[in-house]
């Protein structure tokens, strides 16, 4: 079912007041913006570090490692969030005064070391190639439940800094320093901060802390702000809530990266996708940078990901994305393979709509780095909750499970309910709201499955399953122009601040397939003038008239641009026939 977003009244008059064009106006106050200072793109205005608790105290711990030449190992997750949070720590690290080859980094391979801090990670990093044994171990995008890990390098002599952002268990790990706005009083107010945003922070502090101690040196000069196309770059791959907080961060990246201030890596990852830099979106971060950082560490460790974001030499960064772009071309092939494999095993339970609020899928064979993808293409399917599980291969009685999940579940609480529901059940699991991992035995699928749907029902209000499209309503035919398409463009959108979708009445006048898998379209509405539009992987044929659900993209052919439509969702309509 297409809705229509409620616009505050006042909000709307405010922005309206204060110049906001008119659609944008409409948009952003249906999305929670009460007015146009929110709008304010001055960095000034991020939250103060002051009240992220544990933050001052890392900030020092890393200080005196510095002066003492102390060696930091950053120990990285092995997603986009994890990569780029990696880089921000390197380069943010060296800028503040670390020497060459006092920071370097590792990361844990997902099929052989486990999620975070494992105590085989922490065996990795004790016989690290470059630093040797290093004195310390600084986490990003993980840790926050990593008892044994901290205790392995405690055990094996080496100090432990934990960043993250993940939900915390019952008891924190044993680390000499926390730093995770989602822990127990912690009074940041932004608790949405990606693990890369966390590190960011973690930076501030330090060179807050370097020009306390000595406000002439380079340290408390460093440009941190070099890093914030890395930034944005993990906060929208993440997928975590753009609150207004991590909606600065992102247009702040955004911003150098349209300007050509991003690093080498970044503009060549958005090269070999083809993808414009000086109109790069939210869009561009999330469905083309991402994911090709993502594939390494999906087929094999995130390595390579890292480097390309490092890299400093063109030449190399160029190199390396096109590896990463191979990986990715790869991983599209096998997911295409598992998706079609999931269906099946899909359509062979029963209708989720009539006997389930949530889905369980494991077959043999899986990719373990794939099935997140999985779970978030059948969520998108069966609009549940859903979880797809792999048998691991370093452990064959093991199953690594990849959750997705819709707004108004909670994953991690999900979880949290199993694990207190059949305590031992769940091996290891965590998480956030809309993505959780997860580990049990394989023979304790069947009970897995069952204690999930009942942990969901629980939880869940049954409203959140029906399935409805929100939008921001019609448009007239004259605002439909490249300066509103602009205007979005130049705007923050993402988990928690949609993108525009409108809706609208239309005569189909003319459709065509192109390509062979798309359907090309002319949509009129009364007696306004025809739009052009496309249905990217329809081959069906539009109804002659329809309510169209549909967002608005720059068209460029041979120097020219136009807007053009792109099919979401459809409502056939009646068609009205004039009596004879």
């Keep these: 079912m297409i809705l229509v977003r409620e616009v505050p009244e006042a909000a709307l008059r405010r922005l309206l007041a204060a110049g906001v064009h008119p659609v944008m106006a409409r948009l952003l106050a249906a999305r929670g913006v009460g007015d146009a200072n929110a709008l304010s793109r001055d960095l000034a205005g991020l939250a103060a570090p002051d009240s992220m608790k544990g933050l001052a105290h890392a900030a020092g711990l890393l200080a005196d490692a510095i002066e003492r030449g102390e060696r930091i190992c950053v120990v990285a997750d092995y997603d986009c969030d994890g990569a780029t949070a990696c880089a921000v720590a390197i380069r943010g690290l060296r800028a503040l005064g670390a020497a060459p080859g006092q920071v370097d980094f590792i990361v844990p391979n997902r099929f052989e070391h486990g999620y975070g801090l494992t105590p085989p990670v922490v065996a990795l990093a004790a016989r690290h190639p470059r630093l ?31 960043t993250d952002h993940h939900l ?80 600065l961060l992102v247009a702040a990246g955004l911003q150098r990266i349209r300007a050509g201030a991003a690093c080498a890596g970044v503009r060549a990852l958005l090269r070999v996708a083809g993808r414009d830099e ?46 990463l772009d191979a990986m990715n071309r790869e991983r599209r092939g096998i997911e295409a393979t598992m998706r ?107 009970e897995f499955a069952a204690l999930l749907e009942r942990a969901v029902g629980e939880f869940a209000d049954p409203s959140c399953f029906s399935a409805s499209l929100a939008t921001d309503g019609p448009l007239a035919a004259a605002e439909i122009d490249l300066p509103l398409v602009d205007a979005i463009e130049a705007e923050v959108w993402g988990q928690g601040f949609a993108p525009p979708l409108f809706c609208g009445e239309f005569a189909v006048t003319r459709q065509s397939i192109v390509a062979g898998r798309h359907l090309r379209a002319q949509l009129r509405a009364g007696a306004a003038r025809p739009l052009d539009a496309i249905a990217f992987g329809r081959v069906d044929p539009l109804p002659a008239a329809a309510r169209i659900a549909y967002r608005l993209i720059r068209d460029e052919y041979q120097g020219l641009a136009s807007v053009r439509l792109v099919v979401e969702a459809v409502e056939p309509l009646p068609v009205v026939t004039r009596p004879v």
């Excluded at 993502?294 to 490092?310: F, Q, T, V, Y």
């Design 132 to 162: 040797g044994r290093p004195d310390w171990l600084l986490t990003v995008d993980a840790g926050i439940a990593s008892q044994d890990g901290v205790a392995a390098a405690h055990a094996a002599g080496m100090r432990v800094i934990v």
């Design 168 to 247: 915390p268990g019952a008891t924190l790990p044993p680390a000499e320093a926390i730093v995770d706005p989602n822990q127990p009083g912690c009074a940041f107010p932004s608790k949405h901060l990606a693990g890369v945003g966390v590190m960011f922070y973690l930076l501030l502090a330090l060179r807050a802390q370097r020009r306390r101690h000595d406000p002439s040196c380079a340290a408390a000069r460093a440009p941190l702000q070099r890093l914030l196309d890395l930034v944005a770059l993990g906060t929208v791959a993440d997928l975590v809530r753009l609150d207004a907080n991590n909606r």
């Design 278 to 323: 000086r109109r790069a979106g939210t869009s561009d971060l999330g469905f083309a940078v991402g994911p090709r950082v993502n594939a390494a560490g999906r087929l094999a460790d995130i390595s390579i990901g890292i480097e390309c974001l490092l890299a400093d030499d063109e030449a190399r960064a160029a190199e390396l994305a096109a590896a």
């Design 340 to 446: 079609e494999q999931a269906i099946e095993v899909l359509d062979a339970l029963p209708d989720p709509g009539v006997d389930r609020m949530s889905v369980v899928l494991h077959r043999e064979g899986w990719h373990e780095g794939l099935i997140g993808l999985v779970a978030s293409r059948v969520k998108e399917r069966v609009n549940r909750p859903v979880f797809a599980l792999a048998t691991s291969s370093s452990e064959p009685a093991l199953l690594r499970g990849s959750g997705r999940s819709i707004a108004g579940v909670h994953l991690r609480d999900v979880l949290d309910r199993v694990d207190k529901l059949a305590p031992g059940l769940l091996l290891r699991f965590g998480g956030h709201a809309m993505a959780a991992g997860l580990t049990l035995h394989a023979v304790r699928l069947d």
